[in-house]
Structure formats: structure tokens, C-alpha cells
């Protein structure tokens, strides 16, 4: 049976209005797809007695927490921005493995989404965890921020009572609720972009300085490919550094990989075909831009077996 999008908004609305039953209650919302249509469905809901929150990270793209927390609220959603890049700086720092940044970072989002909805009075958080988080944090495949009670942590331990409306559907189905709440394009098309943000694309330690560098060179491959259609496409800053030449001189630098793929479900994936000039154009961008930068290079790997992001 074909999925009814506007049936589920029906659904959902009223099961979480019963679940709230007239309660404060907070949405998180990192800007992606997922997280932005849980928050306008919650609002559509409860109204006045949602809050939108926004956790400044320290780990988004260039002017992202300005941009969501704009767009929220021009929509009438109340919204608060939560700085909190010092504490997730600080719970990453020294660490390497991707599964031990990926629960760090877990640990410290649940901690300041515990201390807000302490803060606010609220009963409930409500997210837009979708089945692909739980199908690849349940199958180790990665561990993903926000899945708990499916692999046996219990919210109440960040003292959360936990909601999530989207969690039976994947990609395609949430971008049509998106449409069925009548967002704009812009929203519910949007590129995924991951809860962890920019930390997902950092090979190794995770600091100020990689995510400043990164951010540079991710504003400019989305701003080059905005032409070229792809399910996701973003830059990546390798931990290993290469040798090159600034000035006559020799400079060991960065590494910058450039990936985009094709995808319905983000369960597997393709690379994008993208024409040699185009690529030709992000390089000489990034190395000019960003002198720190000695190579880029880019993703041939589909999924499987490669995953999408790279931590």
C-alpha cells in the first residue's frame, strides 16, 4: 500500500497531542530534513506549547544556527538557541575513533537537551529520529545521536521522556510529510545533513581549527555543485596531510575530499557523476581560499561499501 503522507500528519498530530496532553515540550532541531519536519509537525500539534531548540555545537555550517533559528521562528515557532560548542569540543577532544566520537557527541547533546528541558519546565523532547538511524545504530554499522531506547539506554537516565513521530519512515516518506505540512521546497527537499554536522566529515580528532577549515571548503563544494542534483554532497577534511608547493616552496597541507552521491533511502548509495570542469573549478577554489590545502580529491565509493559520511 502506497504511503499516505497526509493521513500520517493526521495520525501523528493527534498521537502527540494525546501524548502531551497540554504539557510543555521541546523539539530538537539541527536543521536537517528530518529534525525540521519533526519540529513544523510537533508545532502543527501543540501550538504554543512547543519550543523549538537549536544546539549551537559549534560543529554546523557557515551561518546555520542564524538561518534555522530564522526560519523557525518567522513560522511562529518559538525557538531557543543553546551555545554549547566549549562542551562539545571539550567531550571530543583526544578522541579518534568514529565510535567513540559518535557516543560522545551523543552524551553530550542528551546532557544539553537535559539541561533545557529542566530549564523550560518541559516534560517531553520530541525528535525526528527516522528508521535508517535505528536500522545502522542497531546493526553497528555507526552509532547514530539520536537512538537510545532502541539499544537499551533509557532517556530517563538524561531525565528525557523521549517521542519520536517519524521513526517507522525513511527519507523518502519524511520529505513527503515535509510536503503534506506544505514547508517549502527548501526544507523538505533539502540535503540530509547529519546531527553530529561537520564532526562526521573530520577524520581523527575533532577540533576548532579543523571544523573552521572545514567549514571553508564545505561552503564552497556546496555553492559549486548547488547545479548538480545529487541526494547529498559535502566536503571532508582527512586526518592524513600530503606535501605540496605554496611559493616555490614546499608546504605540507590538508586534505580535502569531495563527496557526493545518489541515494533514495541513504541505505545505499552511488557516486555522482560529476563533470571533470566542475570539479576542476571546487580544486582550484578550495587551494586558492583556503591555503592550508595542499590536495583534493574525490569519492568514488558507493554504499556499500562505503558509508555516506565518514565518520
Given at each position: 500500500?502506497?504511503?499516505?503522507?497526509?493521513?500520517?500528519?493526521?495520525?501523528?498530530?493527534?498521537?502527540?497531542?494525546?501524548?502531551?496532553?497540554?504539557k510543555?515540550?521541546?523539539?530538537?532541531?539541527?536543521?536537517?530534513?528530518?529534525?525540521?519536519?519533526?519540529?513544523?509537525?510537533?508545532?502543527?500539534?501543540?501550538?504554543?506549547?512547543?519550543?523549538?531548540v537549536?544546539?549551537?555545537?559549534?560543529?554546523?555550517?557557515?551561518?546555520?544556527?542564524?538561518?534555522?533559528?530564522?526560519?523557525?521562528?518567522s513560522?511562529?515557532?518559538?525557538?531557543?538557541?543553546?551555545?554549547?560548542?566549549?562542551?562539545?569540543?571539550?567531550?571530543?577532544?583526544?578522541?579518534?575513533?568514529?565510535?567513540?566520537?559518535?557516543k560522545?557527541?551523543?552524551?553530550?547533546?542528551?546532557?544539553?537537551?537535559?539541561?533545557?528541558?529542566?530549564?523550560?519546565?518541559?516534560?517531553?523532547?520530541?525528535?525526528?529520529?527516522?528508521?535508517?538511524?535505528?536500522?545502522?545504530?542497531?546493526?553497528?554499522?555507526?552509532?547514530?545521536?539520536?537512538?537510545?531506547?532502541?539499544?537499551?539506554?533509557?532517556?530517563r537516565?538524561?531525565?528525557?521522556?523521549?517521542?519520536?513521530?517519524?521513526?517507522?519512515?525513511?527519507?523518502?516518506?519524511?520529505?513527503k510529510?515535509?510536503?503534506?505540512l506544505?514547508?517549502?521546497?527548501?526544507?523538505?527537499?533539502?540535503?540530509?545533513?547529519?546531527?553530529?554536522?561537520?564532526?562526521t566529515?573530520?577524520?581523527?580528532?575533532?577540533?576548532?581549527?579543523?571544523?573552521?577549515?572545514?567549514?571553508?571548503?564545505?561552503?564552497?563544494?556546496?555553492?559549486?555543485?548547488?547545479?548538480?542534483?545529487?541526494?547529498?554532497?559535502?566536503?571532508?577534511?582527512?586526518n592524513?596531510?600530503?606535501?605540496?608547493?605554496?611559493?616555490?616552496?614546499?608546504?605540507?597541507?590538508?586534505?580535502?575530499?569531495?563527496?557526493?552521491?545518489?541515494?533514495?533511502?541513504?541505505?545505499?548509495?552511488?557516486?555522482?557523476?560529476?563533470?571533470?570542469?566542475?570539479?576542476?573549478?571546487?580544486?582550484?577554489?578550495?587551494?586558492?581560499?583556503?591555503?592550508?590545502?595542499?590536495?583534493?580529491?574525490?569519492?568514488?565509493?558507493?554504499?556499500?561499501?562505503?558509508?555516506?559520511?565518514?565518520?
Open positions: 500500500m502506497a504511503f499516505n503522507a497526509r493521513k500520517f500528519v493526521g495520525e501523528k498530530t493527534e498521537e502527540v497531542r494525546e501524548q502531551i496532553g497540554g510543555t515540550a521541546l523539539c530538537a532541531t539541527s536543521g536537517g530534513v528530518d529534525s525540521m519536519v519533526c519540529a513544523f509537525l510537533a508545532h502543527r500539534a501543540l501550538g504554543k506549547n512547543l519550543i523549538a537549536f544546539i549551537d555545537d559549534g560543529l554546523m555550517r557557515e551561518g546555520e544556527p542564524q538561518k534555522v533559528t530564522s526560519l523557525l521562528r513560522r511562529g515557532i518559538r525557538t531557543v538557541l543553546v551555545r554549547a560548542a566549549d562542551d562539545f569540543f571539550r567531550a571530543l577532544k583526544g578522541k579518534e575513533d568514529p565510535e567513540d566520537m559518535r560522545a557527541f551523543r552524551d553530550t547533546f542528551y546532557k544539553t537537551i537535559g539541561k533545557t528541558v529542566r530549564k523550560y519546565k518541559a516534560k517531553f523532547l520530541i525528535q525526528g529520529t527516522i528508521a535508517a538511524d535505528v536500522v545502522e545504530t542497531k546493526g553497528k554499522i555507526k552509532s547514530q545521536h539520536n537512538v537510545l531506547a532502541q539499544i537499551g539506554i533509557n532517556p537516565k538524561y531525565g528525557l521522556n523521549v517521542i519520536e513521530p517519524l521513526v517507522t519512515l525513511f527519507k523518502p516518506d519524511v520529505r510529510v515535509g510536503k503534506a506544505r514547508l517549502p521546497s527548501s526544507i523538505h527537499q533539502r540535503m540530509p545533513f547529519p546531527g553530529p554536522g561537520l564532526a566529515r573530520v577524520v581523527g580528532e575533532v577540533t576548532p581549527a579543523k571544523v573552521r577549515l572545514l567549514r571553508k571548503a564545505t561552503a564552497i563544494v556546496e555553492r559549486e555543485m548547488r547545479k548538480i542534483s545529487a541526494f547529498q554532497t559535502f566536503a571532508v577534511l582527512l592524513d596531510r600530503a606535501t605540496g608547493i605554496r611559493k616555490g616552496k614546499r608546504a605540507f597541507g590538508n586534505i580535502i575530499v569531495v563527496r557526493s552521491v545518489q541515494s533514495k533511502n541513504a541505505m545505499t548509495a552511488s557516486p555522482t557523476r560529476v563533470p571533470y570542469a566542475v570539479l576542476e573549478k571546487i580544486q582550484k577554489k578550495i587551494t586558492t581560499q583556503i591555503p592550508e590545502v595542499t590536495k583534493v580529491l574525490y569519492d568514488l565509493s558507493p554504499k556499500p561499501p562505503s558509508t555516506i559520511e565518514y565518520i
